[in-house]
């Protein structure tokens, strides 16, 4: 099976426990103010790639996972190439490499019997949870956020590991009440392990220049190290013992 391929990170150390090979995906259908890789936005835009051929590519570097790491799959939005995903995680799993899947569930259908099959062959997933607020949420992302917290209670539901991720960016994901009403979200799943809170930065700005678009948050800066601060202790109090959180 053919998949659409962005790029690939050959030791990657922030997507995913231990030392990881990143396959990045092709295609998202979500436009994130501050996302820093707008050419992975259009499907069309990857080089076709078999499945069995990114195998090949990620175990060259099996022997630097140890015991934690493995392969990561990102994009873009791995879900959008679901099929290929599957395909692509089981031959993974055959091989014994550990597999997690960076997504924001945009793409979630409930009624698709392909996402149990995902589960079967994912160990973990990195969830990016944009915005707490559904017009704040449409307002960063240009989507609903009712297709992603599905994903999240579907996770949930079948005890599936979950990393969660939240951008933090002043002025639209930095106040209080936004975080606290994350937190509240956060609190209704019994699945996540860890949150990280990744401060919003300006380092893809130059792609949007070379692509001849327009940077939604010029001028926006990156937050001060109280802000982030701040949004770590929010987003840990309250939390179960049995949660892990930065």
Not at 28 to 35: A, I, S, V
Not at 195 to 215: D, F, M, Q, R, S
Not at 221 to 231: D, G, S
């Amino acid at each position: 099976m053919f998949g659409f391929i962005h790029s690939y990170e050959s030791f990657g150390t922030v997507d995913g426990p231990g030392i990881r090979f990143v396959v990045f995906l092709q295609g998202c259908p979500m436009r994130c103010k501050y996302c820093h890789n707008p050419d992975t936005w259009n499907l069309s835009g990857g080089t076709q790639t078999e499945a069995a051929d990114v195998v090949r590519e990620a175990l060259k570097y099996k022997s630097y996972f140890g015991e934690k790491g493995g392969v990561t799959v990102s994009g873009g939005e791995p879900l959008l190439q679901l099929d290929f995903l599957i395909e692509l995680l089981y031959m993974l799993k055959q091989k014994g490499v550990h597999t997690c899947v960076d997504t924001s569930g945009g793409c979630f259908d409930p009624s698709d019997a392909r996402y149990d099959r995902l589960l079967e062959v994912a160990d973990l997933f990195l969830l990016d949870i944009k915005h707490s607020d559904p017009e704040g949420h449409r307002q960063l992302t240009g989507r609903s956020q009712e297709k992603p917290l599905a994903f999240a209670r579907f996770l949930s539901e079948h005890k599936k590991p979950v990393w969660v991720r939240h951008v933090l960016v002043p002025g639209i994901t930095d106040d209080d009440t936004q975080l606290k009403n994350l937190r509240a979200i956060l609190d209704t799943l019994d699945n996540v392990q860890k949150v990280e809170v990744l401060p919003y930065h300006t380092l893809g700005v130059n792609k949007y220049h070379a692509l001849g678009i327009l940077y939604p948050l010029e001028g926006t800066q990156p937050p001060e190290k109280a802000r982030v601060e701040n949004a770590k202790t929010l987003l840990r109090a309250g939390w179960q013992k049995n949660k892990e959180a930065l």
